[in-house]
Structure formats: C-alpha cells, structure tokens
Nanobody, 115 residues
Framework: QVQLVESGGGLVQPGGSLRLSCVFS????????MGWYRQAPRKQRDLVAT???????TLADSVKGRFTISRDNAKNTVYLQMTGLKPEDTAVYYC?????????WGQGTQVTVSS
C-alpha cells in the first residue's frame, strides 16, 4: 500500500525558513521523480519543485532562488527547504510523484507566512 506523509509546516514570519519532509512507502522510491505541490485557498494545486531519481531538479519561477528540493533515497524521503518566505507562499504543501498519481495524495502540511 502506497503512503505519503508530509511534515514540517507551521506558522512563520515573512523572511523566515521552513524545511518540509515527505516520507514515501510502498513503492521503489528511487525509481520515481518526485514533486512538491501547493494549494492556496481558493486556488488550484500547483507544482513548485521537482527532482528526478538521480537528483536533477526544477523549480517554479515563483520560488527560484528561495526554495531547494532534495531527496534521500535511502530514507525514501524528499525535502523542500524554503527560505525567504513570503505571505504568498501560504498554502497546503503536498508531495507526489511527477507526473502525479491522484490516488497517492497525502494529508499535506500547512505553511502559513504571516506577521
């Protein structure tokens, strides 16, 4: 059974940092490209960062220079290091494969950027 568990969200002031983690079980983790997605209130869910099994990464323009995606295949975990957070980064953050699989969404982790 496939399971994803995201963690690391919270309330942070503008300019602050957070590190999100996603532990993935039930599949051969290193074989999949992984992504972090986010959904702000009343908006669609968007892809913000991707990483292949070999470690090649892409970032959405809105987070370039501020976010870093990484993975540890030995721990079946993908990370999102977020710095320079802005109020517009407020959203529920999810991990999934790339391309995504609708049946594999976790519960997400809430990130709120506010003073």
């Amino acid at each position: 059974q496939v399971q994803l568990v995201e963690s690391g969200g919270g309330l942070v002031q503008p300019g602050g940092s957070l590190r999100l983690s996603c532990v993935f079980s039930g599949i051969s983790f290193r074989a999949y490209a992984m992504g972090w997605y986010r959904q702000a209130p009343r908006k669609q869910r968007d892809l913000v960062a991707t990483i292949t099994g070999g470690g090649s990464t892409t970032l959405a323009d809105s987070v370039k220079g501020r976010f870093t995606i990484s993975r540890d295949n030995a721990k079946n975990t993908v990370y999102l290091q977020m710095t320079g957070l802005k109020p517009e980064d407020t959203a529920v953050y999810y991990c999934n494969t790339v391309p995504l699989r609708n049946s594999w969404w976790g519960q997400g982790t809430q990130v709120t950027v506010s003073s």
